[in-house]
């Protein structure tokens, strides 16, 4: 197949190809010059354009294809358009042209939209293989966030905001999917984060599910019962740290409680470590000041568990159930 002179599309055209095709679309046009890029820190974000434009200029602004580098140059940027005053939508355009020259957005440095205040919505294209971490992290009004089918890894830093409620990934993902907006691995073996603002009171975590990553739940606002699969086995560092509603976490069948993993959960009222319980890590139950702790053995069986020194601060008594 002939590939198609780019230079014969216009600017939209070029990008829709983009958007639909990812890193095929290499495959359909004849680009002489297109170079990979990644979205960083030289390039200034929307909350930044009323020191460029003046207050009255940004509300008249509703597309932004380019951006203003710190050098005060013109460059390969973001597309952005507004959904209200002080309320944005980033979609990061997968293709951009700037001097006859192609860019394609592969991946966005880390810390780059970091306490990026205005953000509501994120779009992320199919190009982008590649988020460093906290890339959009503390963005305190950030609601949702679409995932193209290229990125390859996910933590649970790289969007954070007490006001996530969903994530929403492309079916085309090889390696993650959502369920309602809270993110797994493809394999739904690992449970990767669940939004801070989700606004359910109760989860029950899938059976396929046998990690809860670091940092999964933490932070988590309105989650008040959480009952885990019956195949979890591990929960990973602070995975429910500091979810200060948290009053019930069913553990089923956990056998690994990583460093921190219920830290600061002040209102959990009472926790049954069950049978199968192997290894209790450092300031797993730091400042849950009012849970009361229960084993579902016998004291003989509850002294053969790896238990760290600093693994009850509190130096709660243990009741035994057998």
Known sequence: MEKLNPNLYTYDELADYAE?????????????????????????????LEDIYGEQERKNVECIDIIIRKDNKQ?????????????YTLDIRPMYKYNQKYYRVVGI???????SSYLTIVAIPDTVTDIGNRAFFECEFLESVYIGAGLKYINSEMFKGKSLQRIKISKKNPYYCDVDGVVYTKDMKTLVKYPENKQDKEFVV???????????????????????GKNTKKLGEASFAECKNLKVLNLVNVEYFAEGSIWGCENLIELIFPSTTKYIGKNTFKYCKNTVFKYDGTQTTWSLIFKNDDWNQENKEIIFLK
Not at 75 to 87: D, E, K, N, V
Request: aromatic share 16%.
């Open 75 to 87: 460059g390969p940027g973001y597309h952005y358009f507004t959904t209200g005053h002080y309320s």
């Open 109 to 115: 440095e880390a810390g780059t939209f970091y306490n």
């Open 206 to 228: 899938p059976d396929t599910v046998e990690n809860i990553a670091d940092k999964a739940f933490h932070c988590v606002k309105n989650l008040e019962k959480v009952t885990l």
């Open 20 to 48: 639909t095709f990812g890193f095929d679309v290499r495959e359909i046009f004849d680009f002489k010059d297109i170079e990979d890029v990644k979205a960083t820190k030289n390039y200034l974000i929307l909350s930044d």
